[in-house]
């Protein structure tokens, strides 16, 4: 976290926001996310430094009333703009029950699930979507790329146990996942979840040019997270790289009066779906998050490993801001 945090202090970042931008991008490689964390480092540096990103924006409220409030983020590194807004429905929730945060011209936010597990590390239920810059997925019915691969994230606080975790593209999958799990390891997709350039249905990750939506419910989820990250937070209805929305909601158990058993009835549905028995040749049922939870123990064991590709991204950005590699490589514990 030193050697991230380093860059971005180098890149004109202010303290807080250059902290929690990297501790966010190296617990989403904790969590087994590797395409989202720390591998976005360079991308938003080399944006930092082209202008494209603001290093010290003035994120401020534009509009809003009682319990709705919306941003503008000023062009903010996207996860900074992210935890601003998941703060700020923290506080309003913990008031009136549950908020709505809209924000504007946010960069790449990320893993959606980071911003998420800030509320619900505060104890509130927390969704998250945020808009993408580009059109690379196609809705039901069409090969043609008109959505975004929107991040949609929802955290549900879980007594003391780890927060339930759903933290997901609305498309088949998403590309930064595509190039990681898939084209960099040398593994075919699953069939259904791309067309090639020619609109055809392929499952070679280098040939994949416009990423599927998973049938009918999954084209309408990524319609309605369109709407709800685009026009509803005042940016623009199809994906765009100028002024990219963000959504965050966060509901307050208590408030609502329901606390005081909310972490058990929760821990009585995941217990539940887990021992529920499971189909031949399967892991069985797993609630959401529980891969990641497992993820966060393995690393706790035996540290974050890198892939060459990624460290050596990770060390060109930091040559290229003056930054000590010791900082990473003297905490290396292997690449894979």
Known sequence: MEYVTACYLQRGLPVTAARTVA????????????SHGTRKAASYLAKLADGSLNPRP??????????????DADRAVGPWAAAVAARR?????????????????CGHIGAAGSSALLGAQAGMVTIVLGQTGSASAA???TNEAVLGTIPLAIAIPNSDRP????????????????????????????????????GYPTQD?????????????????AVVAAVLVGPLTGASALPSAEGRGLLTIAISP??????????????????????????????????????????VAETERNGIRLDPAHLESLLDA???????????????????
């Open 139 to 141: 809705p039901h019915g």
């Open 318 to 336: 930091g040559r290229d801001h003056g930054v000590d590699p010791r900082l990473l490589t003297d905490h290396l514990t292997g690449t894979t």
């Open 23 to 34: 501790r966010m991008q190296v617990d989403t490689d904790r969590r087994g996310v590797r």
């Open 89 to 105: 429905a923290v506080r309003l929730a913990a008031v009136g029950g549950a908020a709505v945060v809209a924000a504007v011209r």
């Open 163 to 198: 927060p339930v975790l759903a933290d997901c593209a609305t498309a088949s999958t998403s590309w930064g996942t595509l190039a990681s799990t898939y084209r960099d390891a040398g593994r075919r997709l699953p069939e259904g979840w791309a067309y090639d350039g020619n």
């Open 205 to 221: 990750p280098h040939q994949a040019a416009v990423l599927r939506t998973l049938g009918e419910k999954g084209s309408a989820l």
């Open 58 to 71: 003035r994120i401020r409220a534009v509009e809003g009333a009682g319990m709705c409030l919306r941003l």
């Open 254 to 295: 208590t408030v609502l009066g329901v606390a005081d058993q909310f972490g058990d009835k929760v821990e009585q549905l995941a217990h539940t779906i887990r021992t529920a028995r499971p189909v031949p040749h399967s892991c069985g049922a797993r609630m959401p998050g529980d891969r990641a939870w497992t993820a």
